[in-house]
């Protein structure tokens, strides 16, 4: 059974750092490109990060996370990275991780974010 569950989320100052971690089982980690999304309250979700296969290559959707998000994955720990520095309250949202394999979609259940003073 492909699982996919996130961690790291929380209450978080602006301007502050945060790492969020999913740690992925059930299939071959390595083998499959892995993305993070959130969803912003009233907000639909967006894309937020790729990462290639090997972790050579990262994406980001837009050039201003580009510039405070950090995508990555371990494959020795199946665990895929999303660090996000200079917190915004903006970026209070649920965080997912995402896979597609063979055209099928599995999604964690998401760690909350929320940035507030």
């Known amino acids: 059974e492909v699982q996919l569950v996130e961690s790291g989320g929380g209450l978080v100052q602006p301007g502050g750092s945060l790492r969020l971690s999913c740690v992925a089982s059930?299939?071959?980690?390595?083998?499959?490109?892995m993305f993070w999304y959130r969803q912003a309250p009233g907000k639909e979700r967006e894309q937020v990060a790729a990462?290639?296969?090997?972790?050579?290559?990262?994406?980001y959707w837009d050039s201003e996370k580009a510039r405070r998000f950090v995508i990555s994955r371990d494959n020795t720990k199946n665990t895929l990275y999303l660090d996000i520095n200079n917190l915004k309250p903006e970026d209070t949202a649920v965080y997912y991780c995402?896979?597609?394999?063979?055209?099928?979609?599995?999604w964690g259940q998401g760690t909350e974010v929320t940035v507030s003073s």
């Open positions: 059930g299939f071959s980690f390595s083998d499959w490109r």
């Open positions: 995402r896979t597609q394999m063979r055209g099928v979609d599995y």
């Open positions: 990462i290639t296969e090997s972790g050579d290559r990262a994406d």
